[in-house]
């Protein structure tokens, strides 16, 4: 009995000074359940928390239902499965190993101060263009916006076929009459979940900010478009945005198929007819299928989760009255060249080119995108026509409606971007916002380890707490309200005023006016690719 006594007193003895003892990690007892996360540093974690049921069998192609109810603790140390998506191929610089992918998904991860209080909540909206990404991302670690006094939440969302399909015969079977949309509605049924349950991890559910960078960014503005989304946020944070030619549900409108009509033209291509028949694909099968096949996700104008075009929306008002952070990167098209075409064999023909697009634009256009350097005038136009001009839009749109605007151009570089010739390449900055460390994806390449670098990732970051917290950036920052005021991220952060003059209304004319055809995309066709522009009746006589 010694004995006995004497090995279950050293047992005891390691369960109590062990770091994975139960006993040890934050416990939250929140309406959706009691959870276990971790602690280190000051910061608990809490991850894979499920917002939804899995959309799986005849769930799949439907709005997500309730989350499922657990009894007891739930464990909460480790990630969930990212969405499915086609495997990362090659060696690009956005590659990343998101480990399993699985249609049960819908699930969120949490950052906190270990005593957070009514703390400012952050909801992060990873990009990958609507095909790819996830919310575990080693880039996404809350942990240092956490110990700036943020609550940080990363969501998944339906991707790709999976997340965006429209078509008529789901459209039969919705209460709505409509179909598309689901990653959408993921989101706006995360945002749901912190409303109802981030008080109880120390969050403020009335000061919420939804942040997003490329495609999450794309989110961020259909969620400020959406009336599902009403009242589930108060800031938005909106970086290297494209606010793009959308398709609609049933009408085919500026030159783009109705969305049920893309999903038919899918379902040809797949073979497979009847929803009873999709629904019954392996679902890593079906979405490399769908994307060898062509198929492009974007949400669908339903007029019920989109009532209409972004930009009508945006014009009309009709977006989510509350402060905007917005910008882009100098660089954004070089690490996305497949968006620009090559330069032409001489200046002559890239003049005589822009001039058949432009017309009596003309001038202008050269004089922003000039034939003396092709190459990068090719790049400088692809980069203002998609995120530039969108940038600018959204905060000169928040600040008709009497909301802050504040925008930023990143134009940083450091060795290894410019050994490489990506100078302030599309989705530089993330490191910067969330804390520069040693998790980023294979073939990123890593900022320097400086005092100078260090300096500048605080400053970043701080800009985003600040808007996070209270909806100001600080730093010297004005608001577009005041003579067109910008941050430019450069070697240091210098508060500046009106971004590159002439460039937003050259781009605003240019969309108008093919707007105004509806017959032509209005965008997505850049420079010397660009269509005719649409005459004016004095500029034809």
Known sequence: ???????????????????????????????????????????DTFKNLPFAGPPTGQNRWKPPTPAPVWSGVR?????????????????????????????DCLSLNIWRPAKATKAPVMVWIHGGSLVSGGARSGMYDGAALARQGVVVV??????????????????????????????????????????????????????????????????????????PAKGLFQKAIIQSAYMVTTPELRDRRFGIDPAETNGKTLEAKLGVRGLVRLRALEPNDLTIRAAMAGYAPFGTIDGKVLPRQLVDAFDRGEQAPVPVLAGFNSGEIR???????????????????????????????????????????????????????????????QTALGQPGFLYF???????TQAAGIHGFHAVEIPYVF???????????????????????????????????????????APYSQGRGYMA??????????????????????????????TIPWNWNHGILSPPLPLKPSETR
Not at 75 to 96: H, L, M, N, T, V
Request: hydrophobic letters at 40%; aromatic letters at 10%; glycine letters at 10%.
């Open 154 to 227: 990363t969501i998944n969302y339906r991707l790709g076929v999976l997340g965006y399909l429209a078509h008529p015969d789901l459209s039969a079977e919705s209460p709505d009459g409509v179909s598309g949309n689901y990653g959408l509605l993921d989101q706006i049924a995360a945002l749901g979940w912190v409303q109802r349950n981030i008080a109880a991890f120390g969050g403020d559910p009335t000061n919420v900010t939804v942040a997003g960078e490329s495609a999450g960014a794309l989110s961020i503005m259909y969620l400020m478009a959406s009336p």
């Open 410 to 416: 990143f134009d940083h570089g450091y060795p290894a």
């Open 1 to 43: 009995m010694t004995a006995l006594r004497a090995a279950l007193a050293i047992v005891v003895g390691l369960l109590i000074t062990t770091p994975a003892f139960a006993a040890e990690g934050p416990i939250v007892r929140a309406p959706a359940g009691t959870v276990k996360g971790q602690s280190q540093d000051g910061v």
């Open 335 to 397: 690490t996305l060249r497949f968006l620009a075409p090559p330069p032409p064999a001489s200046a002559d023909i890239y003049e005589a080119a822009i001039r058949r697009a432009y017309g009596p634009l003309t001038d202008e256009f050269l004089r922003l995108y000039p034939s003396s350097d092709m190459g990068e005038s090719i790049l400088a136009y692809v980069r203002d026509s998609i995120y530039g001009w969108t940038a600018e839009r959204l905060v000169a749109k």
């Open 435 to 477: 804390g520069i460390g040693d998790r980023f994806p294979a073939a990123w390449l890593k900022p320097p380890t400086t005092p100078q670098e260090a300096a500048f990732a605080e400053t970043v970051a701080g800009h985003w707490a600040s808007f996070i917290k209270d909806g100001a950036p600080g730093g010297g920052w």
């Open 75 to 103: 464990d909460a140390s480790k990630f969930g499965p990212a969405c499915i998506q086609p495997p990362s191929i090659g060696r690009s610089i956005y590659s990343e190993d998101l480990g399993a992918f699985s249609e």
């Open 489 to 518: 991220y450069e070697d240091i952060a210098r508060p500046k005023a009106h971004l590159m003059p002439g460039m937003y209304e050259l781009h605003e004319e240019v969309i108008a006016r093919r707007r105004a055809v509806g």
